[in-house]
C-alpha cells in the first residue's frame, strides 16, 4: 500500500506544549500534505512540502521531510485548545490521486 | 467558512431513495474530488473530474453515479444505497494543469454531506 501511516494515533497535551506528529510512506512521492480536520467539518490544507524539499514552516507549524527515510513529520509549537483535531498528511504520488494516512487525533487540554 | 460548499449538510434515506449530494466552488479550479469518510478514517477517494472530465473511478459501485455539469459545479448521484454506504462524503477542489498534475496543488474541502441510509 502506498498509504501513509501516522504516528502517534493519538496525542494528549497541555496547552502551551509542543506537538509533533509522524508520518510514513511507502513510495517515492512528487508531494507530501498536511491537513487539518476539525470534528464534523471538512480538512484544511496546512501545509505542502515538495519531494526536493526538505523543511517548510507556516506561522506556528514546521513540516520536515526526509525521503531517504520515506518520513515526514509535523511540528505544532506553542500549542493552543483550538489546535485540537485530527490531522492527515496525505501524499502525492502521480497524476490526481492524494492518498491519506490514518491521522494522529490531537488533544491540547486548556 | 469554506469556499467549498456540499449541500445538504445532512441526509437520511432509504435503500429505495434517489438523491443528489452537490458541491459548488467558485475559485477557478478546474480538479474536483468526491471522497467518502467512515468515523476516525481517513477520506478515501472516490471519482476525479479534471476539466470537466472523469479521469479517476476508484471502481466506485455503480449505486454511485458522478456528475461535473460545468467547471463549477460536481454532483453525486445516489440510487439503491446499502447501509453501509452511511458516511460523510466530501468535496475538494484544486487547481489543475494538464501538465503537472492536480494532485500537486493542495485541495480546498466542503465541509461535507452526513449521509445516513436506513
Known amino acids: 500500500s502506498q498509504q501513509g501511516e501516522e504516528d502517534p494515533q493519538a496525542l494528549s497535551i497541555q496547552e502551551g506544549e509542543n506537538a509533533t506528529m509522524n508520518c510514513s510512506y511507502k513510495?517515492?512521492?512528487?508531494?507530501l500534505q498536511w491537513y487539518r480536520q476539525n470534528s464534523g467539518r471538512g480538512l484544511v490544507h496546512l501545509i505542502l512540502?515538495?519531494?526536493?524539499?526538505r523543511e517548510k514552516h507556516s506561522g506556528r507549524l514546521r513540516v520536515t521531510l526526509d525521503t531517504s527515510k520515506k518520513s515526514s513529520s509535523l511540528l505544532i509549537t506553542a500549542s493552543r485548545a483550538a489546535d485540537t483535531a485530527s490531522y492527515f498528511c496525505?501524499?502525492?504520488?502521480?497524476?490526481?490521486?492524494?492518498?491519506f494516512g490514518e491521522g494522529t487525533q490531537l488533544t491540547v487540554n486548556p | 467558512d469554506t469556499e467549498v460548499t456540499q449541500t445538504p449538510k445532512h441526509l437520511v434515506m432509504g435503500m429505495t431513495n434517489k438523491k443528489s449530494l452537490k458541491c459548488e466552488q467558485h475559485?477557478?479550479?478546474?480538479?474536483m474530488y468526491w471522497y467518502k469518510q467512515k468515523a476516525k478514517k481517513p477520506p478515501e477517494l472516490m471519482f476525479v473530474?479534471?476539466?470537466?472530465?472523469?479521469?479517476i473511478n476508484e471502481s466506485v459501485p455503480s449505486r454511485f453515479s458522478p456528475e461535473c455539469p460545468n467547471s463549477s459545479l460536481l454532483n453525486l448521484h445516489l440510487h439503491a444505497l446499502q447501509p453501509e454506504d452511511s458516511a460523510l462524503y466530501l468535496c475538494?477542489?484544486?487547481?489543475?494543469?494538464?501538465?503537472?498534475?492536480?494532485?500537486?496543488?493542495?485541495?480546498?474541502f466542503g465541509d461535507g454531506t452526513r449521509l445516513s441510509i436506513l
Open positions: 496525505a501524499t502525492a504520488h502521480s497524476g490526481s490521486r492524494l492518498t
Open positions: 512540502i515538495r519531494s526536493n524539499e
Open positions: 513510495t517515492s512521492i512528487n508531494n
Open positions: 475559485m477557478g479550479h478546474r480538479a
Open positions: 473530474y479534471s476539466y470537466e472530465k472523469l479521469s
Open positions: 475538494a477542489s484544486s487547481q489543475g494543469t494538464l501538465w503537472t498534475g492536480p494532485s500537486n496543488q493542495p485541495q480546498h
